[in-house]
Each structure stands twice: as structure tokens, then as C-alpha cells.
Nanobody, 120 residues
Framework: QVQLVESGGGLVQAGGSLRLSCAAS????????MGWYRQAPGKQRELVAQ???????NYADSVKGRFTISGDNAKNTVYLQMNSLKPDDTAVYYC??????????????WGQGTQVTVSS
């Protein structure tokens, strides 16, 4: 298992930027997939961005070109840089870590979430 602690959420005006951080209790190089998800009121949780490897990332179409996910192995931290924020980006953002082995899923852990509110 891994503990995840998010930070960096807050209130920002449309067009502004925020950087979310997710500090892991273990080396992120040992984690198979790390990602950011979000859940808006009344909506299902959705994938925002995923760090598959040091050079491979996935993004939701709605955030491509605006958000960037990155990892810092030395700090065991994954970041989500969010630029050109829109009111539709308002949600609770969650960090996720999944580890797989040949036997399948080893763990699927979530952080507590951090609120991002974008005002128009």
C-alpha cells in the first residue's frame, strides 16, 4: 500500500493556473501508474491525466494542451500543472496510485482529494 497526500487546490479565476502536488509514501518509480482524477458534484469520477512512465502520459481530451502531469522521483511527488483553467474544471481532484505485478493488481490507492474551484 501507499499513502498519498494531495495539496495545492484552491480558488482561482478563469484563465488562471494552479499546481497540484501528490506526495507518495514510497518511491514513485515503484508504482505502475500514477494519475489524477476529478469528481464534480453530481458527476462520476473521471480520469484527468495519467503518468504511465517517465515519457508516456495520457490526458482527458478536455484538458489536453492545458494540463501537464509530471513526476519527481527525488521527492516522491507527482504534479498536475493546470493552466487556462475554466469553470468546468471545478471539482475535487484525487491522486491515484496503482501497482501491478505478474499476479495482477497489488494495490489501488487514493488520496483524500483537494478542492479546485474556478470562478467565471
Amino acid at each position: 500500500q501507499v499513502q498519498l497526500v494531495e495539496s495545492g487546490g484552491g480558488l482561482v479565476q478563469a484563465g488562471g493556473s494552479l499546481r497540484l502536488s501528490c506526495a507518495a509514501s514510497t518511491s514513485i518509480s515503484t508504482i505502475s501508474l500514477m494519475g489524477w482524477y476529478r469528481q464534480a458534484p453530481g458527476k462520476q469520477r473521471e480520469l484527468v491525466a495519467q503518468l504511465v512512465s517517465a515519457t508516456t502520459t495520457n490526458y482527458a481530451d478536455s484538458v489536453k494542451g492545458r494540463f501537464t502531469i509530471s513526476g519527481d522521483n527525488a521527492k516522491n511527488t507527482v504534479y498536475l500543472q493546470m493552466n487556462s483553467l475554466k469553470p468546468d474544471d471545478t471539482a475535487v481532484y484525487y491522486c491515484n496510485a496503482r501497482k501491478f505485478s505478474r499476479g495482477g493488481l497489488v494495490y489501488d490507492n487514493w488520496g483524500q482529494g483537494t478542492q479546485v474551484t474556478v470562478s467565471s
